[in-house]
């Protein structure tokens, strides 16, 4: 019995490692290489370790034109979606989980189906109001395809955690003085911080990586994928491994920040 | 202090069809602790949910001290309430918790501190109050859900089934300590429950409540003692009160083979069947056969350790017996019965309600039977 349990916690053990290789190693190859001289990927065999660093590469890569740019846009976009998504999404999720409504489950059926159209399909014809009404080629553009997008993700994440508080705890604020606003701001929201800073993450990490909207919508205000798609096809090996670099380490910082009020969804304190 | 009076109350849910509360009055008097008892589904919730203007009435209106609040909403009516999956906030602190009443009111600091230890000293969570409740064990979440209500010394306490999640015997040590609290403040105080022995215990007036309505109301041991219907006689007592069908004939009661003297007041029934009401524990018990013992068949004994329950059959019908502890009885033993005369109560078979209780056929009185 007990070796067996040891062998099936070396199991998960050895599981864990290979899914964090997975995903670490290639973030460790983009990284060793966007930090490598041009010349020194061209070596063979490939130094695995960072022999000769070099922020040449990257330097070139970040003045390049349209790459400062792209990444404002790009933080602009994404950090704008995430309120936009949050603004409509939460109140919508606080809905779905609270009151019964005729037609609740196909609304939620709805919010998925939003999800199975391509994104082109949806494009060209946004393309088409954006053009009439001015709004072509502008962050704002992006930013409403972008929330659109993230918004089924907001409202499902949020309404399981709404769920999750029992309307009793917000009964009980209202029988002790509490406007059903302040029952909310006092007594649900701080439990359900976790879960909004999940659907945050997930909306601003939606619209750091789409592509295809960003480039249809706008020639001039590209976010950074875009930008970095459409350029780096025609560049050297090592401008698309600083471009990788630069595409993957603020999702990773946004993720490390958020990440905090993640934990708490997992460790303890709710419940 | 004040009064709370419920005046012909509605609530139709949308979902069920049937009313949950179905026309309900009544009036808890000034300090007065009145608990609303019936099975799950009778209303009793929906009544207290409605005083708390947790829930809208379709129609009638709820009173407090002679105003009217059935359009206002739950914070403007001066009550507090303890609910039954306690409630509490697990992201504040037992101290913040108890004191959520009193922030929301913006009392002082001085005063919130004051207010906060008295109320927790009160309900011994003294020691706990810098920890989060997932600190706790259920009966101290539980006095938390309590020190929270009482410390805003609200004119009016609700309480929603407080002591359904704990244990057996913390609930019965819980139970004594809240009798003690709420008398000691003299809050007028609502309580729901669906056990009978908690509403006994408790309540100054119990409501037993059955379909949206109020079957009975009164004093514990005089609901206990003359149920209005079946049903509160059924509902109220453990074991429930035995319930016999008996024939009116020459003055006496025919129960299958044996007869017992009727009672004056049966006159009228001549002839008709009536129902038999009477409690485990009024009914004598004994081994040897004598004029105007009743012989019956003890089926099943159950040593409760303070008494010994019998389930007997007389006739067609099994009765429950509570006979002193000592009483050397096994199954398939012949006993002899003598229901207390005092102590038997008369229903009309058709409609259950209870045929005159003292005063011959006035007052209360059942449909009569056609033959």
């Excluded at chain 1, 037609?103 to 494009?123: E, F, M, N």
């Excluded at chain 2, 810098?130 to 539980?142: I, N």
């Excluded at chain 2, 099994?318 to 102590?343: E, M, N, S, Y």
Aim: hydrophobic share 50%; proline share 6%; net charge neutral.
């Amino acid at each position: 019995m007990s070796a067996r349990r040891r062998w099936e916690r070396a199991a998960i053990q050895a599981a864990c490692v290979a899914i964090t290789l997975f995903m670490g190693v290639p973030l460790y190859l983009i990284a060793l290489a966007a930090l490598s001289s041009r010349d020194s990927l061209n070596q063979f065999p490939l130094p695995l370790l960072p022999t000769d660093p070099s922020t040449e590469t990257m330097s070139t890569f970040l003045q390049s034109t349209g790459v400062t740019g792209g990444f404002i846009n790009s933080l602009t976009v994404g950090l704008g979606t995430v309120v936009l998504a949050l603004l409509v999404g939460v109140p919508a999720g606080y809905a779905v989980a609270r009151y019964a409504f005729r037609g609740k489950d196909t609304y939620q059926l709805i919010l998925l189906l939003t999800r199975a159209l391509p994104i082109v399909v949806l494009s060209v014809p946004l393309a088409r109001i954006f053009l009439d009404t001015g709004l072509y080629d502008t962050t704002y553009a992006v930013m409403l395809l972008h929330t659109a997008l993230a918004l089924p993700t907001t409202v499902l994440i949020t309404a399981a955690i709404f769920v999750g508080v029992s309307h009793e705890q917000e009964e009980a604020a209202m029988i002790f003085g509490a406007s059903p606003l302040q029952a909310f701001l006092r007594v649900v929201a701080p439990q359900a911080l976790p879960g909004i800073a999940a659907a945050a993450m997930f909306a601003f990490m939606l619209s750091w990586n789409e592509v295809l909207g960003a480039t249809v919508l706008t020639l001039n205000q590209r976010t950074l994928p875009a930008q970095v798609l459409t350029t780096l096809a025609d560049s050297p090996l090592a401008y698309r491994f600083a471009g990788g670099l630069a595409l993957v380490l603020p999702a990773l910082v946004f993720i490390a920040v958020m990440r905090r009020y993640l934990l708490n969804m997992w460790g303890t304190t709710l419940r | 202090m004040s009064a709370v009076t419920v005046h012909n109350l509605v609530k139709t849910y949308a979902s069920g069809g049937k009313r949950a509360t179905d026309d309900v009055s009544l009036e808890v008097a000034d300090g007065e602790f009145l608990v609303l008892v019936g099975p799950s589904g009778c209303g009793k919730t929906t009544l207290l949910r409605m005083v708390a203007g947790l829930e809208t009435p379709d129609s009638g209106t709820v009173s407090i001290g002679g105003r009217d609040v059935t359009d206002l909403p739950a914070r403007q009516r001066g009550l507090s309430m303890v609910f039954q999956s306690y409630a509490i906030f697990p992201h504040m602190k037992v101290r913040q918790n108890i004191g959520f009443g009193l922030m929301m009111r913006k009392v002082p600091k001085e005063e919130f501190d004051r207010r906060v230890k008295r109320a927790a000293e009160l309900l011994q969570l003294g020691e706990f109050l810098d920890r989060y409740p997932a600190q706790l064990s259920g009966g101290q979440r539980q006095r938390v859900a309590v020190a929270r209500a009482i410390v805003v010394d609200a004119a009016v306490l609700l309480m929603d089934e407080p002591l359904s999640n704990l244990d057996a015997l913390l609930r019965l040590q819980f139970r004594a300590e809240l009798k003690r609290i709420v008398s000691q403040i003299g809050t007028t105080t609502l309580y729901v429950t669906h056990d009978q022995a908690e509403a006994m215990s408790l309540g100054d007036r119990v409501a037993v409540m059955r379909d949206g309505k109020v079957a009975q109301i009164g004093a514990p041991l005089e609901v206990y003692d003359r149920p209005a219907d079946r049903f509160v006689g059924g509902f109220l007592g453990s074991p429930p009160m035995n319930f016999l069908t008996a024939t009116v004939r020459d003055g006496s009661l025919v129960i299958g083979d044996v007869s017992l003297p009727a009672p004056d007041l049966l006159s009228t029934w001549e002839g008709h069947e009536v129902v038999v009401g009477v409690r485990a524990e009024n009914i004598q018990v004994s081994e040897e056969p004598a004029p105007g013992w009743v012989p019956a068949q003890v089926e099943v004994v159950e040593p409760t350790g303070a008494a010994l329950l019998l389930t007997a059959r007389l006739g067609e019908a099994q009765l429950k017996i509570q006979a002193p502890a000592t009483f050397p009885a096994g199954p398939d033993q012949q006993v002899h019965l003598r229901p207390a005369p005092k102590a038997l109560r008369f229903y009309d078979p058709s409609t259950g309600l209870a045929l005159a209780v003292d005063q011959g056929l006035g007052g209360r009185v059942g449909r009569r039977v056609t033959p």
